[in-house]
């Protein structure tokens, strides 16, 4: 069928068929679909033993067979075509989305001001599990994207390899509909069911598929309704849970003899050839495994064809002129005529063209945006989405306008002047999974692109940490494939709840390993500023995840002048504007990061505690050290170093910071810290008790 396909799609036109898959039946498709030679595969599973060292080369440690991709070229009729499998862990249905942001990037031209879309360029095919397919939320969450203008590829062919088992749960454990397709129903898309002991029917079903995404530019799922000869794997023994299944499938012929057996009684060809087809292929296979045995190899397999070239060669310290800057603001405050900006938001744009004057103050949303825009003059994509994004969660970002009078959407940043390159701009659904897979796909598809996702609250990134976990932090190691995707994370402790506080930066600050990632909570609008043009600009691409702020969007003491944009770099540690004039009077040294500091710095007992300095860890993995050091080394009279935050003890950066924090200090200087006690929860559910707590950290850490 995947070959019936691949002829179809070239004659179409299709330029790269993307395809998704579990592990089962993977090196099938890697060796007869993207060409990947039996000595290669066979390769892994007989290679010599190696040392430590060279089991890592450039840090990967690689992944299992069945779990990695590859990319190669598929010759046809009608000419040759690219065929990719992505790397897939054993989260079976995880790699749905990011297939689907794959071919959307493969779709998309970004050479130009406006992105254009062309649905022949990339085809994504998903091959699913029977069990996986109706149990796993993300292939709903994947079929909602289908339609959705920021996210639909022109329709995917779903293949349900349907062996009428999980592992070992029959159908009647595993889901409650008739059919492991019917999840496709909810979502208007056409099911054809086949018979795999067919083969020729299951060709027409394919070429019926494919007819049918050509003509409506829609998914259609294919259930293709087999079995498992072997049960779960080649030595489990699948009779202990499914005996009569089984029994009865020992004494069926499988799909070789049958099709045998209707070609002798068709065309003549007698059994006796078909027999010795099969012995040459077996002789084939035992031939190069023999030679392997002989002559073991090591890591045969060639690099997952998921990877993309990680480097470009723009420079990350070009700076941005200040009157380079107002000219981008006046554009992304300009509307067209006749276009009526709603009244209230019409006082936030004359306070943004305001704040590029002099004596002026720039904010968080403001920044982020000139950074935007100062990028697209400089020719790189930007790709940004999330729920509220256009808008903002908290009605800061406001990149959309739409018309008072008549709703009318128009977007400032889109129609830059100089802009060299797209800004793709879209509100997602209500979805973290299938959502950040699809921007983890698209990111690695297109590595000149800045790629960002923003979760709603920090908090609920939870909902795609299959995707964090398994692809964005371990990408690089198991199949050597990063970028530069950038996760905007709303964080700080402001009263609102425990699921409105935390966006678990333990988390991604325990994942950092290997310089896979980096992890940054700025406290102000420049340094937001700088360190989105580092992450699009740098050689190095990694991802990046980036607490973001909700109360400082609107506070003035966290907002930035002109000339912090147009002549600063982003600054990976800050120390103390006011102490660092009289370093020899700072006797007790405090760090902290993000909102905290404004806590802190802006407390009453701020102007009595004179001898206490306030540091700021600005990216805290790959941790600074070296830059921490010099901060320390400024303050001759250091009596006791702090670390605050406000997060719980067993959360937060806390046990990650106070190892590191060692390393640096000068011996027998004194370290402790001070933040919330341990809890299970992370945040208070009372405002009340928020301030309280909020109130005791500031005043020990300030020496009270």
């Known amino acids: 069928m995947l070959d019936q396909l691949v002829e179809l799609a070239a004659s179409a036109g299709t330029g790269t068929i993307e395809i998704g898959m579990t592990h089962r039946g993977r090196l099938n498709v890697l060796a007869h679909v993207v060409g990947v030679s039996y000595a290669d595969i066979l390769g892994e599973f007989e290679s010599a033993p190696v040392t430590d060292a060279e089991a890592r080369p450039d840090g990967e440690t690689s992944d299992v067979k069945y779990h990695r991709g590859a990319d190669g070229v598929y010759e046809t009729a009608a000419g040759p075509i690219r065929v990719t499998v992505a790397p897939n862990p054993s989260h079976l249905e995880a790699i749905d989305p990011v297939v689907e942001g794959r071919a959307r990037a493969a779709q998309t031209d970004r050479s130009g001001r406006d992105p254009a879309s062309d649905l022949t360029l990339a085809l994504p095919v998903l091959i699913h599990g029977d069990a996986s397919f109706a149990a796993q939320g993300v292939v709903a969450e994947t079929f909602n994207l289908g339609r959705l203008p920021g996210y639909t590829t022109g329709g995917t062919i779903h293949l349900i390899a349907n062996n009428q088992l999980g592992f070992t749960v029959e159908p009647r454990d595993g889901r409650s509909t008739d059919y492991a397709s019917d999840l496709a129903k909810g979502f208007d898309i ?87 087809e099969l012995a040459a292929a077996e002789g084939r ?33 070009a700076a941005v002129a200040a009157e380079q800057l107002r000219a981008i603001n006046e554009e992304l405050l300009a509307v067209p005529p006749g276009f009526t900006v709603h009244p209230k938001l019409s006082r936030q744009v004359d306070r943004r063209r305001a704040a590029l004057t002099r004596g002026g103050r720039i904010g968080w949303a403001q920044a982020e945006a000139l950074a935007f825009g100062s990028l697209l003059l400089d020719g790189t994509p930007i790709r940004l989405t999330g729920q509220d994004a256009e ?58 692109a800045l790629v960002l996702w923003e979760a709603q609250y920090g908090d609920f990134a939870n909902e795609a940490e299959v ?35 935390s966006a678990r930066l333990e988390r991604y600050l325990a994942l950092g390993a290997e310089d896979n990632v980096r992890v940054a909570n700025c406290t102000t609008p420049a340094q937001c500023f700088h360190l989105l043009r580092d992450q699009a600009r740098r050689e190095l691409a990694r991802p990046l995840v980036l607490m973001t702020p909700k109360g400082l969007l609107r506070l003035p003491a966290a907002s930035s002048a002109l000339g912090e944009l147009a002549r600063s770099r982003f600054r990976p540690v800050l120390d103390d504007p006011e102490r660092s004039r009289e370093p020899g009077q700072v006797r007790r040294l405090v760090l902290c990061s993000g909102r905290l500091y404004y806590d802190l710095a802006l407390s009453p007992k701020r102007t009595k505690a004179r001898h206490v300095a306030i540091g700021r860890l600005e990216l805290l993995y790959p941790f600074p050290g070296a830059e921490l050091r010099r901060l320390i080394m400024r303050y001759p009279n250091l009596e006791t170093l702090v670390w605050v935050q406000e997060e719980p003890k067993n959360m937060g950066a806390r046990k990650f910071v106070l190892p590191a924090v060692l390393d640096v200090v000068p011996a027998g200087l004194p370290i402790t810290d001070v933040a919330r006690p341990e809890r299970s929860s992370p945040a208070e559910g009372s405002h009340a008790v928020h301030r309280v707590e909020q109130a005791r950290i500031v005043n020990e850490a300030l020496g009270g």
């Open 190 to 276: 056409p099911i054809v069911h086949v018979n795999a002991d067919d083969p020729d029917a299951c060709l027409s079903a394919i070429r019926l598929a494919h007819a049918y995404r050509e003509r409506f530019h829609g998914d259609v799922v294919v259930d293709v309704v087999g079995y498992r000869r072997h049960g779960h794997n080649e030595e489990d023994e699948p009779a202990y849970t499914q005996p009569m299944m089984y029994e009865r499938i020992g004494d069926h012929l499988s799909v070789r003899q049958i099709y045998a057996q209707r070609l002798g009684a068709e065309d003549g060809i007698d059994e006796g050839r078909a027999e010795e």
């Open 467 to 501: 995707i964090i976990d398994q692809f964005i932090v371990a990408g690089l190691a198991k199949w050597g494939e990063t970028s530069r995707l950038t996760l905007l994370l709303p964080h700080g402790y402001e009263g609102q709840g425990p699921e409105h506080s």
């Open 285 to 317: 296979l035992a031939e190069i495994q023999a030679s392997l045995e002989a002559s073991p190899r090591e890591a045969p397999m060639p690099p997952d064809g998921a990877s993309r070239p990680a480097r470009h060669s723009r420079s990350s310290r």
């Open 391 to 448: 808008r903002g969660t908290f009605s800061q970002r406001h990149l959309v306008f739409h018309d008072a009078a008549n709703g009318q959407r128009y977007a400032p940043i889109q129609h830059l002047s100089g802009a060299k390159a797209p800004f793709e701009l879209h509100d997602s659904p209500l979805s973290e999974f299938a959502c950040l897979g699809f921007e983890y796909g698209y990111a690695v598809e297109a590595p000149e």
